[in-house]
């Protein structure tokens, strides 16, 4: 295994440093500003429009779609240090070069699995940054943490398919740009296999019967840029069956395969999140003063530090170990690793952005550092993609099952 990242990849970051220095970074505050004049919170700030038509001017456009046909062909490793690059401003950079969550994983869902009419009428307006998605999976009233817990009914009559449920934190449904929904619905809910009951169907936002009833705070954020977590409802709501992903019952695999690059790409920011935590802890450390002596002077600040550095190398080997086994034996092959990172970097990185807060004081958990949302962020994505629980179960069976 090489981690020495190579040409094109050093080029790239390169180019994305310098982007994040000279547009990403003197953008926030701006952004922060132009919302509150915004007549409607979910409204795109004008700077995050300016930001995108750079970063594509730039060539940092869809980064993280291997496929070279829509996107930048890069391989999973190569993506992992560009991420985290972005992940130091995880409201503005992703959105900024097309990498946001949820529409990464749309777009993968799109460009692996829809047909070519489903690719000309979504995939390509999304590729273009022209409209927003949403994926609707998790519900209020069961464990979506067991996708097959699911209750939202997706049924056919004739040439349409008719989904009725409930969905909640689904992101980006806020957003005004947010066009369509990839729902995943039972089409046979008394199927034996419980995993071939879901299927997947593209709803577009305008649809008679949706309705987005609210937007979902988390800790006391309502995340506008990422366009929100919405509360939505199906009510009868009938697309053609056209509209239907792959086949019936192939909805449990379908979204398997978007959550694995979905949750590498979180770890990968989230290894930024933590980059920004230190830099913004140590600049702190050398401009404050306490019982005479610089904070930076204080032991307790030196563990903190260097136990924040040491985690943050050991992730990012971990990390990077995953992408290659991605790229080189595939996400099945790489599944232990995905959930070994899936559950080691949120808890690790929540840990650390904790202490970055704590020698802020009171600024650590004010609106004037970016501290207490990156907590928020890193803190929800030990639920997120399915929460550690579920990830430490089905890794401690596989290790087991050696013995057995």
């Not at 008679?208 to 937007?215: F, I, L, N, Q, S």
């Not at 959550?259 to 930024?272: A, E, Q, T, V």
Request: aromatic letters at 6%; one cysteine or more.
């Amino acid at each position: 295994m090489d981690f020495a990242y190579d040409a094109r990849t050093e080029e790239l970051r390169g180019r994305l440093l310098a982007f994040m220095d000279e547009y990403v970074y003197p953008a926030e505050q701006v952004a922060h500003e132009q919302r509150a004049r915004l007549a409607s919170p979910w409204e795109t700030p004008r700077v995050v429009e300016e930001l995108k038509a750079e970063a594509r001017r730039q060539g940092l456009w869809n980064l993280f779609l291997p496929d070279a046909e829509h996107g930048a062909g890069l391989t999973n490793l190569q993506y992992a240090p560009l991420a985290e690059i972005t992940g130091r401003s995880p409201q503005l950079a992703p959105t900024a070069t097309n990498c946001a969550a949820p529409d990464t994983g749309n777009m993968e869902v799109l460009a692996q699995f829809a047909d070519e009419a489903q690719k000309k009428q979504w995939l390509e307006p999304l590729l273009a940054g022209e409209i927003r998605s949403a994926f609707a999976m998790t519900e209020p009233d069961v464990a979506s943490s067991d996708a097959t817990n699911i209750t939202t009914h997706i049924e056919r009559e004739g040439d349409e398919y008719v989904v009725t449920g409930r969905k909640w934190y689904i992101s980006g449904a806020m957003n005004p740009d947010c066009r369509i929904f990839i729902v995943m619905g039972k089409t046979d809910p008394d199927g034996e296999d419980l995993r071939r009951q879901q299927s997947m169907v593209l709803v577009p936002r305008d649809t008679p019967g949706v309705t987005v009833d609210r937007a979902m705070q988390v800790f006391g954020y309502e995340d506008h840029y990422h366009g929100g977590h919405a509360e939505v409802t199906f009510d009868h709501a009938r697309v053609p069956v056209t509209h239907l992903i792959g086949e019936e019952g192939g909805g449990f695999a379908i979204a398997q395969a978007r959550l694995g690059p979905g949750r590498i790409h979180h770890c990968m920011r989230l290894i930024g999140m933590a980059e920004r935590a230190i830099e913004l802890m140590c600049r702190r450390a050398v401009s404050r003063n306490a019982f005479g002596k610089a904070l930076a002077q204080q032991g307790v600040v030196h563990n903190w530090i260097a136990d924040a550095r040491v985690t943050v190398e050991q992730l990012r080997l971990l990390v990077l170990k995953t992408a290659w086994l991605m790229d080189t034996v595939g996400n099945r092959g790489a599944h232990t690793e995905i959930q070994a990172i899936k559950i080691a970097t949120p808890r690790a990185v929540v840990d650390i952005i904790d202490r970055a807060i704590q020698l802020h004081g009171a600024g650590g958990v004010s609106q004037d550092f970016p501290l207490a949302e990156l907590y928020a962020g890193a803190r929800t994505l030990m639920i997120a993609d399915g929460p550690d629980e579920v990830h430490q179960r089905s890794l401690a069976r596989r290790e087991i099952k050696k013995y057995l």
